[in-house]
């Protein structure tokens, strides 16, 4: 069975298991908003290569199912958090929920989804010893995460924010929040804390190439959001493009870029974002993004190799899959 069809088996799994969690006809002034959110989309990737991780180490599933669930429903809750953070109106083609119940319903429905990880890494039928380390991995990228978080929000429209800086903030931001569920895989299935270390190492790889390929969506086709183009510009947000372009375009250029990104979000127009794209285009800052991310996945293949454990033939699926889908 390929990874694609694992993804979709054990995706289904959780699906059932977030109804069973957050029951969707709940009249609680939380479920309507989740699963308003929930119905938006989303593929449960993150849960399924917990679940695939802890099966290829030898571990069994179904031991692992309330740690991917607790992943899943971590992720939603930051993506909730982050919509008003953002101040993004639309997720998957759809109005953000901030929205469409408000902003203190938001934030009240992510802080929910937050109690109710805890609660389902708390329900996994493994040792204490087990649980206590799953709680930990749990806690360390709820914490590096909102700590990315932190630093994204206050680089917006920076007057200096280098490369890396911006590598440092992803690899907070992505990084671990990437690796999560495969390192709760691996702790379930009882692996040495070497081939742990790995796979931390790899989710530091694989986080900041998928950051950077986001930023490039959304100058290219956007990102679900009612065909928006440039809300990385609209925001101010600091992006791996504008990063590089700090660092090589003119001063001119730079103070321009700059005019154009601190503007409120409602008064940048679309003249102001071709604008900002030509700029990164002086300087083949999409290349530059482009084979950067290339180079950081060729560092997450090598990472494989150096995983402890004689069959990485899964770990090089999971890295493929992972390339294919920033193509």
Not at 161 to 167: A, I, T
């Amino acid at each position: 069975m390929g990874i694609e069809e694992s993804i979709k088996i054990y995706g289904a799994k959780i699906d059932k298991l977030l109804k069973d969690l957050i029951p969707p006809d709940k009249k609680d002034y939380l479920s309507e908003p989740i699963w308003h959110h929930m119905h938006t989309g989303g593929k449960r990737v993150r849960p399924a290569l917990c679940l695939i991780t802890c099966e290829a180490l030898g571990g069994n599933p179904n031991e692992a199912i309330h740690f991917a669930l607790a992943v899943e429903t971590l992720h939603n809750m930051f993506l909730m958090h982050d919509d008003i953070e953002d101040g993004d109106t639309m997720r998957r083609d759809q109005p953000t929920v901030w929205v469409k119940y408000g902003t203190a319903n938001a934030i009240n429905a992510g802080d929910y989804l937050l109690a109710c990880a805890y609660k389902s890494v708390l329900a996994s039928p493994v040792s204490l010893e087990r649980k206590l380390k799953l709680l930990q991995v749990l806690t360390l990228t709820y914490e590096k995460t909102v700590e990315g978080q932190a630093l994204d929000i206050n680089a917006r429209a920076a007057e200096d924010f280098s490369v890396g800086q911006y590598m440092n903030m992803v690899e907070l931001k992505t990084g671990y929040y990437l690796a999560c569920g495969m390192v709760g895989g691996a702790i379930v299935a009882g692996v040495s804390d070497a081939v742990v270390e790995n796979i931390w190492m790899l989710g530091k790889n694989m986080g900041p190439a998928f950051q950077i390929r986001d930023d490039l969506i959304d100058l290219t086709h956007g990102k679900g959001r009612g065909g928006i183009i440039g809300s990385d510009i609209k925001e101010g947000k600091a992006s791996f493009l504008y990063s590089y372009a700090l660092q090589v375009a003119s001063e001119d250029d730079k103070k321009h870029l700059r005019v154009i990104m601190l503007k409120p979000r409602d008064e940048t127009k679309d003249y102001d974002i071709k604008q900002a794209l030509e700029i990164f285009k002086k300087y083949n800052a999409m290349e530059y993004a482009q084979d950067y991310a290339d180079d950081l996945i060729q560092q997450a293949y090598k990472t494989i190799d150096h995983i402890p454990v004689e069959d990485k033939t899964i770990f090089k699926e999971i890295a493929s899959f992972m390339a294919k889908r920033m193509s």
